[in-house]
Nanobody
């Protein structure tokens, strides 16, 4: 249902673009977003976008550095990550939900993929 790509190793200050293709549930979700989890840390919802309005929400930790976008026609979502920091190192998951972004960002998304690893290190 989810095909995530774009993770990898990048130096601090660098950029990566994550991609996510959602299939099989194309009519059942209202928002798509990303959360991350680093070893020993709690899951952190970092961004969400409405598939209908295009409205977005970002966690304070990534605001101004990350940009989420979507292509409804292709059932794709993207996360452009700039000015990456070592603390951004985590497994990044693409996720969807049938509720509003506020609910997903604070309550967690309903379904998600396998994740793609992002490592920021010199």
């Amino acid at each position: 249902q989810f095909v995530e790509s774009g993770g990898g190793l990048v130096q601090p200050g660098g950029s990566l673009r994550l991609s996510c293709e959602v299939s099989g549930l194309t009519s059942d979700y209202k928002v798509i977003g990303w959360f991350r989890q680093a070893p020993g840390k709690e899951r952190e919802e970092i961004s969400c976008i409405s598939t209908t309005t295009g409205g977005t929400i970002y966690a304070d930790s990534v605001k101004g550095r990350f940009t989420i976008s979507r292509d409804n026609g292709k059932n794709m979502a993207y996360l452009q990550m700039n000015s990456l920091k070592p603390e951004d190192t985590a497994l990044y998951y693409c996720a969807i939900d049938t509720v509003h972004c506020i609910a997903s960002m604070f309550g967690g998304f309903g379904s998600w993929g396998q994740g793609t690893q992002v490592t920021v290190s010199s």
